[in-house]
């Protein structure tokens, strides 16, 4: 197995609004990619009506989660 590459001095946020099941999918294989190829810190940010809490649950553990608010469509 290769080593990850250390970028613990940089973080990566991700603003999303989980919008269609296919969004939901591309965020989580970019967040897969990310974790299985760095060390880093990930900040995920998430914007919509109300808080479902779908997307923290489907998160791994070590993703720094967010919501927002939002109601303007």
Partial sequence: MEQKINLLEMSFLIPVR???VVRLEN???SIECILRNFETNIYVLEAAPYNNGLLERLLPKDINYFFVEDRDP
């Fill in 27 to 29: 965020l989580l294989k």
């Fill in 18 to 20: 989980i919008d269609s």
